[in-house]
């Protein structure tokens, strides 16, 4: 038997909000509660239960709330069924929202694209998921942008370049390593995003990543699956104002997706159009369920 499914059994007994003390004692009397692993192999149950309260309260489709301080009742006697996504299922939901929200056009950058490997690995602390751009430039009449386009590619009066780190579930577990993976890959842009699947809504985590985003700026995108429109800036990216060159170098030297990427930046301002061609699709996405 599942520690989820006792706890809602000891929610439901109770028919009315509970602590974590509250459900622990009602799990214990269950006589199943011998049966379930999660609960029997751990040295300290309360931390096994604290652990699946926080897990089922976060996300975008909790089946638990919190109530009061500290304490829990059930939203969805549902439990939900863990499918197995890769990274990849978050790609197109999030080029459709950086579309929609920032007028950005996306890249996937992939990470096996890469010309010279550190000791004959790919290292995930170099290759960003995804980069973007939103084209100012082409928000000017013809005589602003001829003369806007003389400050060169780095402007954010031509292009905002966005670097995006995407994560299916961030959690108290790895959300330092999380974070400092997206400063690593991101700090480049004008913008650096960590983007994440199903994200831990506690209070005292969410402030953690405020306080990591007025240290580094990296911000934090809830990407919604189902629906990208209904996605979520918990914290903004704070504006970097020149995009570092050194590292777009090098990173134009080690991965042929980005070195494509900054040539078809460069055909923007030359050209003055965007081939969308260049770009993830996002105009037939499928809003299907996840």
């Known amino acids: 038997m599942r520690l989820i499914e006792l706890i809602l059994e000891a929610l439901e007994f109770a028919k009315k909000p509970l602590s974590q003390g509250e459900i622990l004692e009602l799990v214990e009397k269950n006589p199943n509660h011998s049966e379930c692993e999660e609960f029997t192999r751990v040295k300290v149950p309360l931390s096994a239960i604290a652990r699946r309260l926080t897990k089922y309260s976060s996300g975008w489709d909790p089946i638990l709330l919190k109530s009061g301080p500290r304490k829990f009742v059930i939203r969805d006697k549902n439990i939900p069924v863990k499918k197995s996504l890769q990274e990849a299922a978050l790609h197109r939901p999030l080029a459709e929202f950086a579309f929609d929200r920032f007028n950005v056009h996306c890249k996937t950058i992939n990470a096996l694209k890469v010309k010279k490997r550190r000791n004959n690995k790919i290292t995930i602390w170099s290759n960003p998921d995804i980069v973007g ?158």
């Open 133 to 290: 751009l939103n084209p100012v430039l082409l928000n000017l009449n013809t005589l602003f942008q001829t003369e806007v386009e003389k400050l060169g590619i780095l402007s954010t009066k031509v292009l905002e370049f966005y670097s995006f780190e995407l994560k299916l579930e961030i959690n108290k577990s790895n959300f330092t390593e999380c974070y400092f993976q997206a400063v690593s890959n991101s700090s480049w842009a004008n913008f650096g995003y960590l983007v994440v699947g199903d994200l831990n809504r506690d209070k005292e985590f969410i402030s953690n990543l405020i306080r990591l985003n007025n240290g580094y700026g990296i911000g934090v995108i809830h990407l919604n699956l189902n629906n990208p429109a209904d996605s979520e800036i918990i914290v903004s990216a704070r504006q970097r104002e020149i995009a570092d060159i050194n590292f777009m170098n090098f990173l134009s030297e080690i991965n042929h997706d980005f070195y494509d990427f900054v040539v078809c930046a460069r055909k923007i301002i030359s050209e003055k159009v965007i081939n969308t061609g260049c770009f993830d699709k996002v105009s037939d996405y499928e809003k299907e369920k996840i």
